[in-house]
């Protein structure tokens, strides 16, 4: 993997990040860094958890891919603030 590759995932994850804090309503502080480890964080879970269940994953750059990494995301988001028992997520 080249490093426009490790870039290019690296938007993909920003993205994805940004778009789960835009849809939670009460999203998570920290910025752009928080957001692109959010998302990337979140199409790793999402993409293993879409493939257990649903047999679809993180294959890409498509429309399905990004569906999985933004539920993934926002998965980790609502998980953070049930274990830290507030309302912000662990990114914050």
């Not at 990004?66 to 274990?83: E, N, W």
Request: aromatic share 8%; charged share 5%; proline share 2%.
């Amino acid at each position: 993997m080249d490093i426009l590759n490790v870039i290019y995932w690296m938007i993909f994850g920003a993205v994805a990040g940004i778009i789960a804090n835009a849809i939670d309503p009460r999203p998570a502080s920290g910025g752009i860094l928080a957001a692109m480890v959010l998302g990337v964080v979140g199409a790793i879970v999402g993409g293993f958890l879409g493939n257990t269940l649903f047999g679809v994953g993180v294959t890409g750059f498509n429309v399905t891919s990004f569906i999985v990494a933004v539920g993934g995301s926002l998965l980790l988001l609502v998980a953070g603030r049930l274990i830290s028992g507030s309302s912000r997520s662990l990114t914050a």
